[in-house]
């Protein structure tokens, strides 16, 4: 009985290390894509006016193409039946962008922020939910 609670146990504390491995793999990625999205996002709304919905659209997309393929490679080593997963992976996003644009809404013209740290709140906001999403449905293995 003790030796099966010890594997039982054992195996759990694996499972925890190479979920929380995984975490900070997706975190790593997170920080590359926002560094892309707030880059970009940057660049269209501050530098050349561009409305900040349709540039957190444009932003958001090539963030999220960033990170398929990054959370692909990297983070989850799971790179079968990519088209399948890049439309799980982007739907789930699709879900973050309309949450995301939503709460830009909310924070800039409703709360009168600053859209750079409306951007960085709302991206934080999404990402979290979007990790547990991914990794149960995106990139689970069989």
Known sequence: MRTMISRM??????SLNSDTIKFVKYGMVGVL???????????MNKMLGI???VTNVVSST??????????????????????RRFLSFYVIALF???IGTG??????DGLKMDSMLAKLISVFIVAI??????KKLTFRTR
């Open 9 to 14: 146990s054992s195996s759990y504390i694996r």
């Open 33 to 43: 894509g926002l560094v892309v999205d707030l880059g970009i996002f940057y660049l």
């Open 51 to 53: 409305n900040y919905a």
């Open 62 to 83: 090539l963030a999220i193409i960033h990170n398929f393929f990054w959370n692909s490679y990297f983070t989850f080593r799971v790179t079968d039946r990519m088209f």
């Open 96 to 98: 973050g962008l309309a």
């Open 103 to 108: 709460l830009l809404a909310l924070f800039i």
């Open 129 to 134: 939910s979007q990790f547990f999403f991914n």
